[in-house]
């Protein structure tokens, strides 16, 4: 067993009443002061941000309260879990806490325990084989505003029950045949309470066990085991888990000598123009929509990873949003705020244009190379500077030349004179264009008087663009990722629209352009400030010596229009 104390050099500090009550029971010495977490992710999908929510409240918590948190697995449903998506929650959770000083532990593990004491519950005359289909099940439970009716199978005797569940545990009945429920109140208020199923018939080979099992326990059986047999404190659960808490509470009262953990209930985690369903994320993979669960466009964490979010930036952004016991919807702008922010400080400044322009310098020497100093980040002074080449021929972006400036413009235009970051000022002579009449180069003069950006007269100009030489430029591939829908609140669908009716067909844009050699240097978590562009990010999947190709992680500021609505 690895050390109760959670290493980590992070923890939570913002206050919330999830920590009002467990200084309450660490005053009163229940749990003999000891703090005990749980992430219980099930792998029948990849982890999204609101994952990184619970993930961020149960480690930190933890680490808080010089505790343990332990990563488990509900593998209890072997049709839809599989072992690709239990490596990629390890890595992922591994990844977002930074650390991997935890258990790893499986529901699995447990099915014996699980199996046991729901023999035991059969023998207290508190559980019973039900032979009802599930669609008469579930009309039986009734309603919120009126009581359920008792299955005409509610009244077996002991020793029936124990043989028809024996024999559910030898695979002698098909799937559906009959289930294993607990028997409680079928008039209770609360219809989780209304004898819910403990273990139904699955005869799917499980990641883990193999064939050895055919019954399955349903999460509200085994979520108070696992819980108990691992001592766990508190069990952090989101709201949806308020109404289940009594029946959590009810399976192990049955058992006096188990260990009980307190369930507490939190706010789950919504975001504008995000979907976090995992039947419909897994929809938009198997439709070949986005490229797999790690696309950049999608709200999982490998998809976050790779598009250049850090795990402080998620860390900072969960704990941001609070922990109540209130829903709400948080803007997406939140999240983007705190990847700007720590991107902002270290991320490296280099030049880059997309829809590139030649510029000839007429009078520049025809073989002549320079390197201009360039600060890395102005942010950073420790960061300090790198010296790019400049020739005489320069790519420069298209969207710093006009032919027909406006008024207030301070770019390139015939006759202006623009100062380029590092280097010379510049005067555009001369735009020299193709028989289709688009631009082949424009051929500008230079002051030699003003390298590094200023000029002995100390005449003024006001604007400054960036600049590759094209000598010494390397080609780049630039995916302009961007909100995954169009529409704010994915709950307000109108009923004859589909949620794919509102996939944003902008977002992912790919541009090729000229960047300075800088980035044929870039490595795995690098991240790249393209001035005046965005943050980006080298791709982890498709990045090579070869092929130069970077994501966009967050635009400079939010750009995105407000005004859209709904068709």
């Known amino acids: 067993m690895k050390d109760l104390r959670q290493r ?43 994952h990184a929510k619970s993930i961020t409240l149960n480690f930190g918590t933890a680490a808080k309260y010089g505790g343990k948190c332990n990563l488990r697995f509900d593998d209890t449903n072997p049709a839809k879990e599989e072992d690709e998506y239990v490596q990629s929650i390890l890595e992922d959770v591994r990844w977002l806490v930074e650390h991997d000083n935890f258990e790893v532990l499986y529901a699995s593990d447990y099915f014996q325990v699980m199996y046991d004491h729901a023999v035991e519950l059969i023998k ?107 001592g766990i404190t508190h069990s952090l659960c989101t709201l949806e888990f308020e109404n289940h808490r009594p029946l959590y509470d009810w399976f192990l009262d049955q058992f006096p000598q188990a260990h009980h953990p307190q369930q507490i209930e939190f706010n789950k985690l919504a975001i504008t123009y995000t ?131 406006a008024k207030g413009w301070f770019r390139l235009a015939p006759g202006t004179e623009v100062r380029l970051k590092g280097g010379y000022f510049i005067t555009c002579r001369e735009v020299v264009k193709n028989p289709d009449g688009s631009i082949r180069e424009l051929r500008c003069s230079y002051d030699p008087q003003s390298w590094g950006g200023e000029s002995p007269d100390g005449r003024k100009v006001k604007g400054t663009i960036q600049w590759v030489s094209a000598r010494h430029a390397v080609e780049i591939e630039a995916r302009m990722y961007d909100k995954l829908f169009t529409i704010e609140n994915l709950a307000a669908i109108p009923e004859d629209k589909h949620w794919k009716d509102y996939l944003n067909p902008e977002s992912l844009v790919v541009k090729s352009g000229y960047a300075e050699p800088e980035l044929s240097q870039a490595t795995a978590g690098q991240t790249y400030q393209f001035l005046r562009k965005a943050y980006f990010v080298p791709d982890s999947k498709d990045f090579s010596s070869n092929r130069l190709v970077f994501n966009r992680t967050v635009t400079l500021k939010d750009n995105w229009n407000r005004q859209k609505e709904l068709p």
């Open 8 to 50: 980590q050099h992070w923890s939570l500090e913002t206050p919330n009443f999830i920590h009002d009550f467990i200084n309450k029971d660490c005053q009163s010495g229940r749990f003999q002061g000891k703090v005990v977490t749980r992430f219980p992710p099930e792998p029948n999908g990849y982890l999204h941000i609101g």
């Open 124 to 230: 207290l005359g508190k559980a019973y084989v039900d032979s009802c289909s599930s669609e008469e099940i579930s009309q039986m439970r009734g309603a919120p505003t009126a009581p359920g009716l008792e299955s005409p199978w509610r009244q077996r005797s002991v020793a029936e029950n124990l043989e028809l569940f024996q024999a559910m545990t030898e695979g002698k009945f098909e799937e559906g045949a009959c289930v294993l429920r607990a028997k409680i109140d079928m008039s209770s208020p609360n219809i989780n309470l209304r004898d819910p199923i403990l273990y139904r018939i699955k005869k799917s080979s499980h990641h883990r066990t193999g064939e050895k099992w055919v019954v399955y326990p349903m999460y509200d059986w085994a979520h108070g085991w696992e819980d108990s047999v691992e």
């Open 275 to 405: 979907m976090l369903s995992k039947r419909n994320l897994l929809e938009l993979v198997k439709t070949g929509y986005v490229d797999g669960w790690s696309d950049p466009r999608m709200p999982t964490l490998s998809g976050l990873r790779r598009r250049g979010y850090t795990p402080s930036s998620l860390r900072k952004f969960a704990e941001a949003t609070g922990f109540s016991k209130t829903d709400g919807r948080v803007d997406l702008a939140m999240l983007e705020f705190f990847i700007r922010e720590e991107l902002n400080k270290k991320a490296l400044r280099v030049m880059a244009v997309f829809d590139p322009i030649k510029v000839v310098l007429i009078d520049y020497p025809t073989a002549k190379t320079e390197f201009a100093s360039v600060e890395n980040n102005p942010e950073d002074q420790a960061a300090g500077i790198r010296q790019v080449p400049f020739s005489g021929e320069l790519w420069i972006d298209g969207e710093d030349f006009s032919e027909t400036p």
